[in-house]
């Protein structure tokens, strides 16, 4: 299973945007990038995922590198509701495997 | 509206028991898996499930058995406690595509 590296974590001021790093070397042409995040106390949430494309939606944007080896997951106006473990993760499509392999995750500090 | 529960919320257990966590999703979806998540080690796949009858191990499987007797169901049962296996442990379902996870809220498991 493809590998992805995320900084262990992060710190954002309130009502700036963060950009959350995420490396994936050895991604294979039809791996999909998957990112969730998990607020404390809570289950992982799905936020986004892309191939190839930058991709929008109503809680992030997702940007992939011309390469597909790094992504940006990007939060426009970090909230204190968005402190979390925000998790990159690879999926495989190839093979017709569909489970994810968490990594550590970035643990993400809003400052007021 | 569709939902994914776990049940128990909370459970101890003596060692040595045989104990079973209950995921019950009303999705219709056929990929269900099986995670736990201790601190430093992120969330591990333990069992997963692609559809009626199909069960497969995964990184952390070890002392942990599934049965999927149905779509809506996977539940998971620790055949001999033991205090290793104290833990979060977190189901989730998936359409069978690209679409992304929704996970359970959780089930905190203390083996004394």
């Known amino acids: 299973d493809a590998k992805t590296t995320q900084p262990n974590s992060m710190e954002s001021n309130e009502e700036e945007p963060v950009h959350l790093p995420c490396n994936h070397s050895?991604?294979?042409?039809?791996?999909?990038i998957h990112w969730y995040r998990q607020l404390p106390s809570q289950g992982p949430e799905y936020v986004i995922h892309g191939l190839t494309s930058n991709v929008n939606n109503r809680m992030a944007s997702l940007a992939i590198a011309e390469d597909r080896k790094s992504s940006t997951l990007i939060l426009h106006r970090a909230t204190l509701r968005d402190a979390a473990v925000y998790y990159c993760i690879l999926r495989g499509e190839a093979s017709g495997t569909y489970k994810y392999i968490f990594g550590t995750g970035t643990r993400l500090k809003v400052l007021a | 509206d569709a939902e994914i529960t776990q049940s128990p919320r909370h459970k101890i257990t003596e060692t040595g028991r045989q104990v079973t966590l209950a995921c019950h999703q009303t999705?219709?979806?056929?990929?269900m898996f099986w995670y736990r998540q201790d601190l430093g080690h992120g969330l591990r796949l333990i069992h997963y499930?692609?559809?009626?009858?199909?069960?497969n191990k995964g990184e952390v499987s070890d002392g942990y058995s599934v049965s999927r007797s149905n779509t809506e169901d996977l539940p998971l049962t620790l055949e001999s406690a033991a205090s290793s296996q104290t833990s979060v442990y977190f189901c989730?379902?998936?359409?069978?595509?690209?679409?992304?996870?929704?996970f359970g809220s959780g089930t905190r498991l203390t083996v004394v």
């Open positions: 050895t991604i294979s042409g039809t791996d999909y």
């Open positions: 989730a379902s998936s359409e069978h595509s690209n679409y992304g996870y929704t």
């Open positions: 999705w219709n979806h056929n990929n």
């Open positions: 499930s692609y559809g009626v009858q199909d069960t």
